[in-house]
């Protein structure tokens, strides 16, 4: 069993949609959560990260922490066609500081298009 | 753009060959890290580099081998080449300072492709 799990999609939404996006993970070390975007033939680039259980939003996208369920989700408000992009989670464990350091260990990623 | 540069961008070759991939990081960043992306496998962790010295491996083959230079670029060798090597292969940077939140900048990575 992998220690991150992706729901693997893909996805097809109309623009303006809400997105949802989900992992579930089994290693209760993880404690530092990612939210990565990857175009097609381009490196992933970070879009959120969250050490805590709750939400954090910024902008159009929230991200969702539970630990208790080890569970973690991205929402896209109002998705645009730009958006349409393979969606990565990752985790990794922290210092005793709280700090994240190390391997990331990624979800099997999401493939999101957003239709005009 | 996130800073880290890949060399080359493209690399096709034949089985049982040996390749250089080459990677620079972000200016400042002391860590380097090696990840694999195939289809089947996702994007997994090879091998991490600090400031010169191995800090921590993955699934990384036997095969390959990786080392940073004291400039902090970064090479991974693939040798005996397989069939199922052929895979994106990216590099990311971090600063990793002791009291800092440790974000990875990905490269482009280099798409290799084994025939």
């Known amino acids: 069993q992998k220690e991150v799990e992706q729901d693997p999609g893909p996805l097809s939404v109309p623009e303006g949609a809400i997105v949802s996006l989900n992992c579930t993970y089994s290693n209760s070390a993880f404690q530092y959560f990612m939210w990565y975007r990857q175009y097609s033939r381009k490196g992933p680039e970070l879009l959120m990260y969250?050490?805590?259980?709750g939400n954090k939003e910024d902008g159009r996208f929230t991200a969702q922490v539970d630990k208790s369920s080890k569970y973690i989700s991205l929402f896209i408000r109002d998705s645009q066609p730009s958006d349409s992009a393979t969606y990565l989670c990752a985790m990794s464990v922290v210092r005793p500081s709280g700090t994240s350091y190390g391997k990331l260990t990624f979800g099997q990623g999401t493939i999101l298009t957003v239709h005009p | 753009d996130s800073g880290v540069t890949q060399t080359p961008k493209h690399l096709i070759t034949a089985t049982g060959q040996r390749v250089t991939l080459r990677c620079s990081p972000r200016s400042g960043d002391l860590s380097v890290y090696w990840y694999q992306q195939s289809l089947d496998q996702g994007l997994q962790f090879l091998i991490q580099y600090y400031n010169g010295e191995e800090r921590a491996k993955g699934n990384i083959l036997e095969r390959f081998s990786a080392q940073q230079f004291p400039d902090l670029h970064s090479e991974l060798n693939l040798s005996s080449l397989e069939l199922g090597d052929s895979a994106l292969y990216f590099c990311?940077?971090?600063?990793?300072?002791?009291?800092?939140?440790?974000?990875?900048?990905f490269g482009p990575g280099t798409r290799l492709t084994v025939l």
């Open positions: 990311a940077s971090s600063v990793q300072g002791p009291l800092e939140t440790d974000t990875q900048y």
């Open positions: 969250t050490y805590s259980s």
